[in-house]
Protein backbone atom coordinates (compact mmCIF):
# COMPACT_ATOMS: atom_id res chain seq x y z
CA UNK A 1 0.00 0.00 0.00
CA UNK A 2 1.41 2.97 -1.02
CA UNK A 3 1.59 5.43 1.36
CA UNK A 4 1.14 9.01 0.49
CA UNK A 5 -0.75 11.23 3.53
CA UNK A 6 1.66 13.73 5.69
CA UNK A 7 0.54 14.67 8.98
CA UNK A 8 -0.89 17.98 7.62
CA UNK A 9 -3.13 16.02 4.94
CA UNK A 10 -4.34 13.98 8.17
CA UNK A 11 -4.41 17.15 9.92
CA UNK A 12 -6.99 18.92 6.92
CA UNK A 13 -8.92 15.53 6.45
CA UNK A 14 -9.89 15.54 10.56
CA UNK A 15 -10.52 19.23 10.11
CA UNK A 16 -13.10 18.95 7.34
CA UNK A 17 -15.01 15.73 8.85
CA UNK A 18 -15.11 17.58 12.09
CA UNK A 19 -16.70 20.57 10.43
CA UNK A 20 -19.10 18.53 9.00
CA UNK A 21 -20.05 16.56 11.92
CA UNK A 22 -20.52 19.90 13.99
CA UNK A 23 -22.93 20.97 10.82
CA UNK A 24 -25.03 17.95 11.11
CA UNK A 25 -24.82 18.39 14.72
CA UNK A 26 -26.11 22.19 14.93
CA UNK A 27 -27.52 22.35 11.21
CA UNK A 28 -29.22 19.41 10.03
CA UNK A 29 -29.78 16.91 13.07
CA UNK A 30 -32.19 14.82 11.38
CA UNK A 31 -29.74 13.99 8.59
CA UNK A 32 -26.84 11.05 10.23
CA UNK A 33 -24.58 11.29 7.12
CA UNK A 34 -22.93 14.52 8.57
CA UNK A 35 -22.73 12.80 11.77
CA UNK A 36 -21.51 9.38 9.93
CA UNK A 37 -18.68 11.24 8.17
CA UNK A 38 -17.63 13.10 11.32
CA UNK A 39 -17.21 10.11 12.68
CA UNK A 40 -13.92 9.87 10.94
CA UNK A 41 -12.27 12.68 12.96
CA UNK A 42 -12.00 11.82 16.78
CA UNK A 43 -9.17 8.55 15.92
CA UNK A 44 -7.73 11.18 13.46
CA UNK A 45 -7.13 13.50 15.97
CA UNK A 46 -5.92 11.32 18.35
CA UNK A 47 -3.30 9.90 16.23
CA UNK A 48 -1.55 13.10 15.62
CA UNK A 49 -1.62 14.04 18.91
CA UNK A 50 0.20 10.27 19.60
CA UNK A 51 2.46 11.41 17.15
CA UNK A 52 3.09 15.30 18.22
CA UNK A 53 4.43 13.34 21.76
CA UNK A 54 6.41 10.96 19.46
CA UNK A 55 8.10 13.76 17.92
CA UNK A 56 7.70 17.15 19.81
CA UNK A 57 11.24 18.29 21.75
CA UNK A 58 8.89 20.14 24.53
CA UNK A 59 6.28 18.16 25.61
CA UNK A 60 5.12 20.37 28.57
CA UNK A 61 4.39 23.35 26.49
CA UNK A 62 2.08 21.28 24.20
CA UNK A 63 0.14 19.74 26.91
CA UNK A 64 0.14 23.07 28.85
CA UNK A 65 -1.11 24.08 25.65
CA UNK A 66 -3.37 21.31 25.25
CA UNK A 67 -4.65 21.76 29.01
CA UNK A 68 -5.66 25.44 28.51
CA UNK A 69 -7.38 25.63 25.36
CA UNK A 70 -9.11 22.20 27.15
CA UNK A 71 -10.09 23.72 30.40
CA UNK A 72 -11.63 26.85 28.47
CA UNK A 73 -13.40 25.65 25.60
CA UNK A 74 -14.92 23.09 28.14
CA UNK A 75 -16.06 25.95 30.57
CA UNK A 76 -17.86 27.39 27.71
CA UNK A 77 -19.17 24.77 26.59
CA UNK A 78 -21.05 23.82 29.65
CA UNK A 79 -22.16 27.08 29.69
CA UNK A 80 -23.80 26.62 26.46
CA UNK A 81 -24.50 22.92 27.22
CA UNK A 82 -25.24 22.36 31.10
CA UNK A 83 -25.69 18.83 30.36
CA UNK A 84 -22.92 18.31 27.82
CA UNK A 85 -19.29 16.45 28.00
CA UNK A 86 -15.78 18.43 28.24
CA UNK A 87 -14.18 19.71 25.25
CA UNK A 88 -12.00 17.50 22.64
CA UNK A 89 -9.10 19.23 23.30
CA UNK A 90 -10.03 18.52 26.91
CA UNK A 91 -10.13 14.46 25.97
CA UNK A 92 -6.51 14.60 23.89
CA UNK A 93 -4.64 16.65 26.68
CA UNK A 94 -5.49 14.31 29.09
CA UNK A 95 -4.78 11.49 26.98
CA UNK A 96 -1.54 12.91 26.10
CA UNK A 97 -0.95 12.98 29.83
CA UNK A 98 -1.80 9.69 30.04
CA UNK A 99 0.69 8.49 27.15
CA UNK A 100 3.33 10.75 28.73
CA UNK A 101 2.82 8.73 32.52
CA UNK A 102 3.20 5.43 30.65
CA UNK A 103 5.95 6.29 29.10
CA UNK A 104 7.98 7.44 31.76
CA UNK A 105 6.53 4.56 34.42
CA UNK A 106 4.57 7.82 36.34
CA UNK A 107 1.40 5.76 36.64
CA UNK A 108 -0.49 8.03 39.33
CA UNK A 109 -0.15 10.44 36.45
CA UNK A 110 -1.66 8.37 33.95
CA UNK A 111 -4.19 7.43 36.51
CA UNK A 112 -4.74 10.67 37.56
CA UNK A 113 -5.66 12.11 33.81
CA UNK A 114 -7.78 9.04 33.17
CA UNK A 115 -9.97 9.76 36.41
CA UNK A 116 -10.14 13.42 35.71
CA UNK A 117 -11.26 12.48 32.48
CA UNK A 118 -14.11 10.07 33.35
CA UNK A 119 -15.26 12.76 36.58
CA UNK A 120 -15.67 15.74 33.88
CA UNK A 121 -16.60 13.45 31.54
CA UNK A 122 -14.46 14.54 28.69
CA UNK A 123 -15.92 14.31 25.26
CA UNK A 124 -15.66 10.95 24.12
CA UNK A 125 -15.15 9.33 27.55
CA UNK A 126 -12.75 6.70 28.45
CA UNK A 127 -12.62 6.06 24.82
CA UNK A 128 -11.30 9.17 23.78
CA UNK A 129 -8.69 9.15 26.72
CA UNK A 130 -7.74 5.69 25.94
CA UNK A 131 -7.44 5.84 22.10
CA UNK A 132 -4.32 8.24 22.31
CA UNK A 133 -2.03 5.98 23.85
CA UNK A 134 -3.36 3.12 21.73
CA UNK A 135 -2.47 4.91 18.80
CA UNK A 136 0.82 5.58 20.39
CA UNK A 137 1.65 1.68 21.06
CA UNK A 138 -0.55 0.41 17.68
CA UNK A 139 1.29 2.68 15.41
CA UNK A 140 2.70 0.02 13.20
CA UNK A 141 1.12 -3.03 14.30
CA UNK A 142 -1.83 -2.49 11.74
CA UNK A 143 -4.09 -5.77 12.25
CA UNK A 144 -3.87 -4.89 16.02
CA UNK A 145 -4.79 -1.11 15.80
CA UNK A 146 -8.05 -2.12 13.49
CA UNK A 147 -8.87 -5.03 16.29
CA UNK A 148 -8.47 -2.81 19.15
CA UNK A 149 -10.26 0.08 17.85
CA UNK A 150 -13.33 -2.25 17.36
CA UNK A 151 -13.27 -3.60 20.40
CA UNK A 152 -13.41 -0.06 21.61
CA UNK A 153 -16.75 0.42 19.82
CA UNK A 154 -17.79 -2.26 20.25
CA UNK A 155 -17.69 -1.87 24.38
CA UNK A 156 -18.44 2.45 23.92
CA UNK A 157 -21.52 1.72 22.13
CA UNK A 158 -23.10 -0.99 24.12
CA UNK A 159 -21.78 0.70 27.64
CA UNK A 160 -22.32 4.41 26.85
CA UNK A 161 -25.11 6.19 25.64
CA UNK A 162 -23.53 6.63 22.11
CA UNK A 163 -25.56 5.95 18.96
CA UNK A 164 -24.09 3.06 16.71
CA UNK A 165 -23.19 5.07 13.63
CA UNK A 166 -19.74 5.34 16.22
CA UNK A 167 -18.67 2.09 14.20
CA UNK A 168 -18.23 4.22 11.14
CA UNK A 169 -14.88 5.43 13.08
CA UNK A 170 -12.92 2.10 12.07
CA UNK A 171 -13.00 4.15 8.71
CA UNK A 172 -10.34 6.25 9.98
CA UNK A 173 -7.88 3.79 10.27
CA UNK A 174 -7.27 3.24 6.54
CA UNK A 175 -6.46 6.43 6.59
CA UNK A 176 -3.80 6.81 9.39
CA UNK A 177 -2.72 3.48 7.33
CA UNK A 178 -1.23 6.02 4.08
CA UNK A 179 0.46 8.08 6.74
CA UNK A 180 3.98 8.44 5.30
CA UNK A 181 5.50 9.68 8.47
CA UNK A 182 6.08 13.38 6.70
CA UNK A 183 5.32 16.51 8.65
CA UNK A 184 3.88 18.67 5.37
CA UNK A 185 3.19 22.41 5.06
CA UNK A 186 4.75 23.86 8.31
CA UNK A 187 2.32 26.44 7.93
CA UNK A 188 -0.79 27.18 10.13
CA UNK A 189 0.52 25.49 13.14
CA UNK A 190 -2.09 27.25 15.05
CA UNK A 191 -5.16 27.36 12.85
CA UNK A 192 -6.53 24.70 14.74
CA UNK A 193 -6.50 26.28 18.39
CA UNK A 194 -7.96 29.58 16.54
CA UNK A 195 -10.61 27.25 13.91
CA UNK A 196 -12.05 24.97 16.11
CA UNK A 197 -13.69 27.50 18.92
CA UNK A 198 -14.77 30.11 16.00
CA UNK A 199 -16.36 27.37 13.29
CA UNK A 200 -18.27 26.15 16.49
CA UNK A 201 -19.25 29.50 17.95
CA UNK A 202 -20.53 30.37 14.37
CA UNK A 203 -22.19 27.28 13.51
CA UNK A 204 -24.40 27.60 17.11
CA UNK A 205 -25.53 31.04 15.88
CA UNK A 206 -26.28 30.28 12.71
CA UNK A 207 -28.45 27.79 14.51
CA UNK A 208 -30.22 29.49 16.98
CA UNK A 209 -30.89 32.22 14.30
Not at 34 to 62: H, N, Q, S
Not at 70 to 76: A, I
Not at 151 to 175: A, C, D, E, K, R
Request: proline fraction near 3%; include cysteine; charged fraction near 15%.
Amino acid sequence: MRKHLTNFDLKVIAIITMTLDHMGYYLFPFDDWFRIVGRIAMPIFAFLCAETFRYTRDKKAYALRMLVCGVVYTLVRFYVEPNGTGDIFLTLALGFLMLWGLEEKQYLITASAFIIGVLVPVDYYWYGLCMVPMMYYLKEKKLAMLLVMMGMNVLLVSTSNVHPMQYYSILSIFLIWLYNNQVGCKKWKYFFYIYYPVHVVILAAIAWL
